[in-house]
C-alpha cells in the first residue's frame, strides 16, 4: 500500500484537502494526516508547532478558534521549482484552507483507510475532540490512529471503539526493533492485528558509556529486517508501515520484506514506481 504522508506534502500543501484530491487521484492506498486542536476544541488538519511554518500566520494551532485559522493560507509557504531552478510559491495567489477533520473524513471515500497522526498535547483532550468527530462521522472503523507520543495510545484506552484502531507505542516499536538489531532477541511481539511504524531508514545516534565518560557515533539504520519482521509477527499477522519511503530502491526492498505499507511523500511518484515494478518481484536482487 502507499499511504499519501500528509496527504502529499511534495506533491500539494500537506494536510488540505486539495492534497487528498490529488493523492486520490494519484492512486494512493491510504492518507495519512495530522491533527491538532484549537482553542474552540475543533479538530484540524496541520503539523508544525508554528503557524508561520506553513502559513501566512503565526503561533500555535492551540491558542487560534476554527474561524481564525479558516482565513489563513495552508499553501503560503509550499515551493515549487520551475524549470529554471527558480523558487515558486504558486499557492500565494490560490489560497487554500487548514481543513478541519471532519472536511477531511468528509473528502474521503469511505473505503479508503485514514491514519491520524496526533499531534500537540495534552493527549486527552484532543482524544476526546477526535472520538467526538469519529462517532459523528461513523468513521472508527475506516481510521487508525498513530502518535509519537505514548500519552495517546493511554487517552485512546478510554474508548473502546479504538481498541483495534490504535498502532502501538512509537517507544515499543523502536525498542523491539534495537533488540532484534543489537541483541538478536525478541522482545514482547504485538498481539495480532497491532499496526506498528517505524522509518525505513533513520539517522540516528550510537551511544556506549564508559566509566569517564562516552562515545557517539552516527549512524544511518535500516531497522526492518527480515529478523524484525518476523519478530513483529511472532504472534500472528501484525500490519506494518514503514515511513520515509521515496524511492523505488526502497520501495521494493520494503514489499521484498512483506511490509504492508510505505509512507511517501509524494504519491504521484510512488503510484508510477509502484507500477512500472515488474512481477513476481526480483527480490534476490532487492537484497543487494
Given at each position: 500500500?502507499?499511504v499519501?504522508?500528509r496527504g502529499?506534502?511534495a506533491d500539494y500543501?500537506e ?6 484530491e490529488?493523492?486520490?487521484k494519484?492512486r494512493?492506498?491510504a492518507?495519512?494526516l495530522?491533527?491538532?486542536l484549537?482553542r474552540?476544541g475543533?479538530?484540524v488538519l496541520y503539523?508544525p508547532?508554528d ?6 500566520g503565526k503561533?500555535a494551532?492551540?491558542d487560534?478558534?476554527f474561524?481564525?485559522?479558516e ?12 524549470t529554471?531552478?527558480a523558487r ?14 471532519v ?6 471515500p469511505?473505503?479508503v ?7 500537540a ?6 482524544a476526546?475532540?477526535?472520538?467526538r468527530?469519529?462517532?459523528?462521522e ?12 505514548a500519552?495517546?495510545?493511554k ?8 481498541r483495534t ?15 532484534v538489531a ?7 511481539p504485538?498481539q495480532?492485528g ?7 531508514s ?6 556506549e558509556t564508559f566509566t569517564?565518560?562516552e562515545a ?6 535500516k531497522l526492518?529486517t527480515p529478523q524484525a519482521?518476523?519478530c513483529f ?24 520484506l ?6 511517501a511523500?509524494?504519491?504521484?511518484t510512488?503510484s508510477?514506481?509502484?507500477?512500472a515494478?515488474?512481477r513476481p518481484?526480483?527480490?534476490a536482487s532487492a537484497a543487494?
Amino acid at each position: 500500500m502507499i499511504v499519501a504522508h500528509r496527504g502529499g506534502t511534495a506533491d500539494y500543501p500537506e494536510n488540505t484537502l486539495i492534497a487528498i484530491e490529488g493523492a486520490l487521484k494519484n492512486r494512493a492506498d491510504a492518507i495519512w494526516l495530522t491533527v491538532q486542536l484549537t482553542r474552540d476544541g475543533v479538530p484540524v488538519l496541520y503539523r508544525p508547532a508554528d503557524l508561520s511554518a506553513n502559513t501566512d500566520g503565526k503561533g500555535a494551532v492551540a491558542d487560534v478558534d476554527f474561524a481564525a485559522l479558516e482565513g489563513l493560507n495552508a499553501g503560503w509557504n509550499f515551493v515549487q521549482v520551475d524549470t529554471h531552478g527558480a523558487r515558486q510559491y504558486p499557492y500565494r495567489a490560490e489560497p487554500v484552507q487548514i481543513p478541519s477533520l471532519v472536511a477531511a473524513l468528509r473528502a474521503i471515500p469511505p473505503a479508503v483507510p485514514v491514519m491520524l497522526d496526533m499531534k500537540a498535547m495534552p493527549a486527552e483532550a484532543q482524544a476526546a475532540a477526535v472520538a467526538r468527530v469519529l462517532n459523528e462521522e461513523n468513521a472508527w472503523q475506516r481510521v487508525l490512529i498513530y502518535s509519537t507520543d505514548a500519552a495517546y495510545q493511554k487517552a485512546f484506552e478510554a474508548y473502546p471503539q479504538a481498541r483495534t484502531r490504535v498502532f502501538e507505542s512509537r517507544d515499543a516499536t523502536r525498542s523491539r526493533l534495537a533488540a532484534v538489531a543489537l541483541a538478536q532477541t525478541c522482545e514482547s511481539p504485538p498481539q495480532p492485528g497491532t499496526w506498528s511504524a517505524f522509518e525505513f531508514s533513520r539517522q540516528m545516534e550510537l551511544v556506549e558509556t564508559f566509566t569517564l565518560g562516552e562515545a557517539r557515533s552516527a549512524v544511518t539504520a535500516k531497522l526492518w529486517t527480515p529478523q524484525a519482521v518476523k519478530c513483529f509477527r511472532a504472534n500472528g499477522k501484525t500490519p506494518i508501515v514503514a515511513i520515509g519511503v521515496n524511492n523505488a530502491d526502497d520501495y521494493r526492498a520494503a514489499a521484498c520484506l512483506g511490509i504492508d505499507a510505505v509512507l511517501a511523500d509524494s504519491p504521484r511518484t510512488m503510484s508510477a514506481i509502484k507500477a512500472a515494478i515488474e512481477r513476481p518481484l526480483d527480490c534476490a536482487s532487492a537484497a543487494r
